[in-house]
T-cell receptor, first 112, second 112 residues
Framework: DQQVKQNSPSLSVQEGRISILNCDYTNSMFDYFLWYKKYPAEGPTFLISISSIKDKNEDGRFTVFLNKSAKHLSLHIVPSQPGDSAVYFCAASRNQGGKLIFGQGTELSVKP | NAGVTQTPKFQVLKTGQSMTLQCAQDMNHEYMSWYRQDPGMGLRLIHYSVGAGITDQGEVPNGYNVSRSTTEDFPLRLLSAAPSQTSVYFC???????????FGSGTRLTVV
């Protein structure tokens, strides 16, 4: 029973364009949502998060949108850069520091 | 600040052997977790701890034991390794803040 789902295993985008990564969840008790970025042979690193009381959070080129009614969140990267090429995981928890449940990941490739 | 340190980085085990994956953090984080990463499956939570002496099961706990005798250390034990436990294992810790978990660099385990 996958509580957090990323249905696109991969995404290819041209440098300078927008990258949109999507994530769906099934557990309505989730209150915090996070995005992580992972390079090969390294651990995931925290990118951006959002609380369920908000519908948007922005940090530089990265914006996360949350649609609670649809149980859907998305990560927008504008403009995309080749260094953004990595696997992106969305994750959700019921509270800060709580069990963090991850999706399957989406591999983003940004082409020069 | 070393962050989250995992040892060993690589390990090959024979079926039925036992071993302990070590995880230590020097950030005084209360929350710690173990994940495994498999192709197409994302990161799956094995075990979780909210402080010394307190542990809880995650999504895939079978075949793994944990204990948390100190705030700093959270070892993961495989009592009788099976080929299905071939994976990359990540340890992570958190203050319980909104910035999520800090991950170690992983242990790549192969069971033959």
């Amino acid at each position: 029973d996958q509580q957090v789902k990323q249905n696109s295993p991969s995404l290819s985008v041209q440098e300078g364009r927008i990258s949109i990564l999507n994530c769906d969840y099934t557990n309505s008790m989730f209150d915090y949502f996070l995005w992580y970025k992972k390079y090969p042979a390294e651990g995931p690193t925290f990118l951006i998060s959002i609380s369920s009381i908000k519908d948007k959070n922005e940090d530089g080129r990265f914006t996360v949108f949350l649609n609670k009614s649809a149980k859907h969140l998305s990560l927008h990267i504008v403009p995309s850069q080749p260094g953004d090429s990595a696997v992106y995981f969305c994750a959700a928890s019921r509270n800060q520091g709580g069990k963090l449940i991850f999706g399957q990941g989406t591999e983003l490739s940004v082409k020069p | 600040n070393a962050g989250v340190t995992q040892t060993p980085k690589f390990q090959v085990l024979k079926t039925g052997q036992s071993m302990t994956l070590q995880c230590a953090q020097d950030m005084n984080h209360e929350y710690m977790s173990w994940y495994r990463q498999d192709p197409g499956m994302g990161l799956r939570l094995i075990h979780y701890s909210v402080g010394a002496g307190i542990t809880d099961q995650g999504e895939v706990p079978n075949g793994y034991n944990v204990s948390r005798s100190t705030t700093e250390d959270f070892p993961l034990r495989l009592l009788s390794a099976a080929p299905s436990q071939t994976s990359v294992y990540f340890c992570a810790s958190s203050l319980g803040s909104f910035n999520g978990y800090t991950f170690g660099s992983g242990t790549r385990l192969t069971v033959v």
